[in-house]
């Protein structure tokens, strides 16, 4: 999943995936998701979907501003500030945050002895803090200017797995600074967005053993990208839209992890050697152009049809993808037809392509097709009531899957390989009944979803894992949910049930399927205005490093579990927090 911020692409490329409990929703002022690869706009890495983090201001709104204080479980407390200020020819906004976790609750370890018994998790706190200062300039009614910068500091300790006996410490720090400067420009049919950015990482990790064992040990791991983007679409008709997009990256990478040794030299008849010593830190770079292309054409009043066009060119390596959809609205909009299909990359991390050892700098993009259709029926029964339903379909083809895997049979090093090809297809349920009354509106919806994924291509002969649905990914999953809304205030109520889930790849061990124990249903209740308070329940958190207030509610409203790491990483039974903005 791709991450887009201002249209700003900020995907690590170090690890090629985004820590979404890095990003507190605080910061943002609007989010768009772009379920799976049909909106190649935003990239090639965009195979499974793109998420897009928008920041906005309103003129002439004077002086403002607002604090948010919550405190939840475990002694987690989030304190957050933001000061508007806006004219007519300038605004500004500032926003702080700050969060800290003990991260210590109690779970039921199963592992270490044949008899269950309750401790609580150690070495496992976490603290951020971010800054954000935004500035827009009016230069003409149809010219702005835009800068942006946003600095965020994270710490976590890294809890050990249950399994290990021996202690160590280990701490990761990340500073994140992302900065950019924008032109927007808008007048009748023409539309023109251009951008300069700055992005910069460093990550620093440190272990230290009890007693002294071992010495200490760490690396730095640190990524600078410069990122120009030029945006124009053009309207000349109501019924047409065309835009294109031209972006050009550079990604520099200094870290003492990519020591660019022979491998082949640690182990030998089966005796791990100790690793040589390589001066660090190594660089590696990689330049990116990209041109998109797109057309929004509504022929007549009931169907609108689109495509998208992109080329790419990644250092030595060139690419197209490309996109096309329809949508049909019938019976005064009331019936809805959709279908699309689209083909898509995923380039190669930098960790993929270099890390030392295992990395394999001649590893394939990961390349897929999707097609998915729906259809949907909205309904105004009377004036208190309204019915929504929606089925859909979908299927993905994915080739040259990248997975990290034994190098030649050597257990110690490892490498990213091509070595699974992918199908995936299911059919999802949707309906929703909404009803109002003056100023109280409560709704009750529900989802079903079936999904079937599984490898296509044998590694070998006797591959048990060939037509065997892929880790993590349950076949079956619904969901309810009940919404009151009266006013400033309003109450949710949820319940997820989640299939069971493979955690090898010849299903051979699986999970249970889970729902929330029925004595402690989760819940969201809330008062808006000048004065907030939140509550916030849920009875089965997965265990992340490090959540976001704001994580904790997208948790709630579906939850994840990784069942891998349920095994070796415990989960809180409950957590309980309370918003005060």
């Excluded at 409990?21 to 935003?42: A, C, E, R």
């Excluded at 090639?44 to 501003?65: E, K, P, Q, Y």
């Excluded at 089966?270 to 041109?291: A, C, K, M, T, Y």
């Amino acid at each position: 999943t791709r991450v887009n911020w201002n249209g700003i692409n900020i995907t690590p490329p170090l690890s090629g995936t985004f820590d979404f409990s890095q990003i507190p929703v605080f910061f943002t002022d609007n989010i768009n998701l772009y379920y799976g690869s049909s909106h190649v706009k935003n990239g090639t890495g965009a195979i499974g979907g793109s998420v897009n983090l928008f920041t906005d201001t309103d003129w002439n709104r004077g002086v403002n501003g607002r604090v948010l204080a919550e405190y939840g479980s475990y002694n987690t407390y989030t304190v957050g500030g933001q000061a508007n200020i806006s004219g007519n020819k300038s605004a500004s906004k500032t926003r702080l945050y700050y969060q800290h976790s003990d991260n210590d609750y109690t779970y039921l370890n199963k592992v270490l002895t044949n008899i269950p018994f309750r401790e609580k998790r150690q070495d496992a706190a976490y603290s951020q803090f971010g800054i954000m200062q935004e500035g827009y300039f009016r230069v003409s009614p149809y010219t702005r200017l835009t800068a942006v910068a946003w600095y965020q500091k994270n710490h976590r300790n890294l809890p050990q797995p249950l399994g290990v006996v021996n202690r160590s410490q280990e701490d990761q720090e990340e500073n994140n600074f992302r900065g950019y400067a924008g032109l927007d420009f808008s007048r009748g049919i023409h539309e023109l967005h251009v951008k300069a950015a700055w992005l910069y990482f460093c990550q620093t990790y440190d272990i230290r053993y009890d007693g002294g064992l071992f010495d200490p040990k760490g690396n730095k791991n640190r990524s600078n990208t410069a990122q120009v983007v030029a945006d124009y679409t053009y309207s000349p008709t109501d019924k047409l839209i065309l835009n294109t997009t031209l972006t050009y990256s550079h990604d520099l990478i200094r870290v003492s992890s990519y020591i660019d040794i022979d491998s082949s030299k640690y182990t030998l008849d089966g005796i791990d050697f100790d690793i040589p010593q390589v001066e660090s830190p190594f660089s590696h770079h990689r330049n990116i152009l990209s041109w998109q292309t797109s057309a929004l054409w509504t022929p007549i009043r009931w169907m609108m049809i689109n495509g998208q066009y992109m080329f790419e060119h990644n250092d030595n390596r060139n690419v197209s993808t490309w996109s096309a959809g329809i949508v049909f609205n019938l019976l005064k909009k009331e019936l809805k037809l959709k279908g699309s299909t689209a083909y898509n990359y995923r380039f190669p991390s930098m960790n993929d392509l270099y890390w030392r050892p295992g990395g394999n700098p001649d590893v394939k993009p990961e390349e897929g097709y999707s097609y998915d259709a729906s259809i949907s029926y909205r309904k105004s029964i009377n004036k208190h009531l309204l019915f929504d339903a929606e089925v859909s379909g979908y299927l993905m083809n994915i080739d040259n899957w990248i997975l990290w895997l034994p190098k030649d049979g050597n257990q110690w090093v490892w490498t990213p390989q091509n070595k699974r090809n992918v199908r995936s297809y299911g059919v999802e349920l949707y309906g929703k009944t909404t009803f109002h009354y003056g100023e109280l509106v409560s709704s009750l919806s529900g989802n079903y979803s079936w999904s079937q994924s599984r490898t296509r291509k044998k590694q070998h002969v006797d591959d048990n894992a060939y037509m065997r649905q892929i880790p993590y990914v349950p076949r079956f999953k619904w969901n309810l949910r009940w919404n009151i809304d009266y006013k400033d205030a309003f109450f949710v109520w949820q319940m997820t049930y989640t299939g069971r889930r493979f955690i090898t790849t010849d299903e051979s061990y699986a999970t249970a399927s889970s729902l929330p124990p029925p004595s402690a249903k989760p819940f969201t209740a809330a008062i808006t205005g000048m004065g907030k308070l939140s509550i916030i329940r849920n009875t089965s958190l997965p265990s992340l490093p490090k959540a976001s207030p704001s994580a904790l509610v997208m948790v709630l409203m579906e939850p994840i579990s990784a069942p891998a790491t349920k095994l070796l990483s415990p989960s809180p039974v409950r957590t309980m927090q309370r918003t005060v903005s």
